[in-house]
């Protein structure tokens, strides 16, 4: 066991915590240096639980929207049980792993925690979907950067189990492999909004998940028209760019109802927080998660439609009265596992792998930071739009 590698580890500190999601509320991205996160450079990478776990050692590891809800003190209480504290996180992982390039497909299902037999969505290939994320020779934990027991991507050493690794493609660089896992949750959240050829569909948000998204209509489900909402300038140039030959527009999030209207030729309906078009477009996906984004989805998506929700939403106060009086259905999509596509059944990270490449998704890695900055990083993650930047990445490979 080697000591002397570098690695961010979040801590078990409640009173931090609360420091940190005071110092959030005070400036974006304020809970990075004041919150539970650690650095230490004599850290000791985690013993192997088992003898077909390996040691990794990360090039690139991407900084996550859940990762600044920890950072910065605003998880739910729902992850408590499925994660175990100190953890070193960090789930979009690029690493080496004795001479090759490797991807991680951070989820911690039953394979990786030697669970046999294998519970249903682990069976089914529904990896993210697992059902004993608290059990097995591991620590509780979702995904890797969320268990104690494996390691994150934000250090220099970490362990995996083979079944996680993905041998990165020659024709992907570093940066196009850092996107991949990102990728995978939001061409899940994509697909899983099953869009019909006719169909018009809606994006709320243009971060990494909203941009991957839209790339992922672009590709298997092109809608007859798609609306964007995006707060800043370079995120509805790049929406436009990435839905293709998909006619589209990309409005301010203000605009979105009466872009709606324009789009669905429908009638709008009363006023402020409850103005909304009497119809709307057949799915919506929301990638921001907030009160007012699931708001909005629900304000232009027509009765009978659908909702997808990816952006995490943690604890929020919504009016659910249209999704009863027009019968929406609202779900989640959480990771990744199996897609079904043309009657095929393909890995969401081989599909993944295939849209980053093809739309040039490394383009959206806008900045990577060493370990040491880790502050800097993580406030400009938190600040990524109106900075002009979408993925924001710890760099560790002036470490080898
Ligand atoms: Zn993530
Ligand atoms: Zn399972």
Redesign the pocket.
């Known amino acids: 066991m080697s000591r002397g590698h570098t690695a961010l580890v979040y801590e078990d500190e409640p009173a931090r915590f609360g420091a940190a999601l005071a110092a959030s509320k005070l400036r974006t991205g304020g809970g990075a240096s004041v919150g539970p996160l650690r650095r230490d450079d004599d850290f000791d990478p985690p013993e192997l639980p088992g003898p077909e776990w390996v040691r990794i050692q990360p090039r690139l590891s991407g900084i996550?929207g859940?990762d600044l809800a920890a950072v910065n003190g605003q998880s739910s209480r729902w992850f408590e049980p499925i994660i175990s504290l100190p953890f070193v996180p960090g789930?979009?992982v690029v690493a080496d792993h004795d001479g090759t390039r490797v991807l991680i497909e951070p989820v911690l299902g039953c394979a990786a925690r030697a669970i046999e037999p294998r519970c249903d969505p682990c069976a089914a290939g529904d990896l993210g979907n697992c059902e004993r994320l608290a059990n097995g020779c591991i620590e509780p934990g979702l995904q890797t950067g969320f268990c104690e027991s494996t390691g994150g991507g934000w250090s220099t050493e970490m362990i995996a189990h083979p079944s996680q690794l993905h041998e990165v493609p020659a024709e992907l660089d570093d940066e196009s492999a850092v996107m991949v896992e990102?990728a995978a949750?939001a061409l899940h959240g994509a697909l899983a909004a099953g869009v019909s050829p006719g169909e018009s569909a809606a994006v709320i948000g243009a971060g990494t998940m909203g941009l991957a998204a839209i790339a992922a209509l672009a590709r298997w489900t092109p809608p007859s028209a798609l609306l964007v909402a995006a707060k800043h300038g370079h995120q509805r140039e790049l929406s436009l760019e990435l839905a293709g030959p998909v006619p589209a527009s990309a409005v301010e999030p203000s605009e979105i109802v009466r872009a709606s209207r324009r789009l669905t030729g429908s009638m709008m309906l009363g006023s402020g927080a409850h103005q909304r078009v009497a119809g709307g477009v057949d799915v919506t996906i929301d990638c921001v998660g907030t009160a007012e984004s699931l708001r909005a989805a629900l304000a232009i998506t027509r009765p009978r439609g659908r909702v997808v929700v990816i952006g995490m939403p943690g604890v929020t106060t919504v009016d659910l009265t249209p999704l009863w009086q027009r019968e929406i259905s609202v779900r989640g999509a959480y990771t990744y596992g199996t897609e079904s596509l043309g009657g095929e059944q393909i890995r969401t990270f081989a599909l993944a792998m295939e849209l980053v490449a093809s739309a040039g998704l490394g383009r959206l890695v806008s900045a990577t930071y060493p370990l040491e900055r880790a502050t800097d990083a993580l406030v400009h993650a938190a600040t990524a739009g109106s900075r002009g930047a979408t993925k924001i990445a710890f760099d560790t490979r002036s470490k080898k």
């Open positions: 996550c859940s789930h979009e990102p949750c």
